[in-house]
């Protein structure tokens, strides 16, 4: 279900100016239909077609958007033993690994680790503030090298 939680979130963000997330959402719910159980499929295969209308239209249609991000939380609230707020935020964990893959890989498996014992029990409490200090301290560091590479 990871990728319907990435989807999901994906297509909340390219309502808010990240319009280009809306084709990343698209591949997400293409790999969440190779992997789905048989009695989601169908409103996945919903869901991804309304993405693809609104890609086909040269702009996001907020109506598609919304109406497939309706269809995802509905699957994903169908889903047994864990609840929608926990699968979008494994959504948001495993975008933000995406996000920082590239500049800081270990930081990324790190994010990943957390969000598969999310995963594995709904009751772990993520440790959020030290990874958004984290996630500040790397990114100064990063700034303040630029800063010195720049001079």
């Not at 309304?50 to 609230?77: C, F, T, Y």
């Amino acid at each position: 279900m990871k990728h319907i939680s990435q989807a999901y979130i994906l297509l909340k963000e390219s309502l808010q100016t990240y319009s280009d997330h809306v084709e990343l959402a698209d591949q997400h719910l293409q790999k969440a239909l190779e992997c789905a159980p048989n009695d989601k499929k169908d409103e996945i295969r919903q869901a991804r077609e309304l993405v693809r209308a609104s890609m086909e239209e040269g702009n996001p249609s907020v109506w598609h958007i919304r109406r497939a991000e309706l269809i995802l939380r509905k699957v994903l609230g169908s889903m047994p033993g864990v609840s929608p707020d926990r699968w979008i935020a494994m959504g948001h964990l495993a975008e933000a690994a995406d996000e920082c893959v590239t500049d800081f890989p270990e930081f990324a498996n790190e994010i990943r680790e957390e969000r598969l014992r999310l995963l594995d029990n709904p009751s772990y409490d993520v440790p959020f503030l030290r990874l958004i200090s984290k996630a500040r301290a790397l990114l100064e560091a990063k700034k303040q090298q630029n800063n010195e590479g720049k001079q």
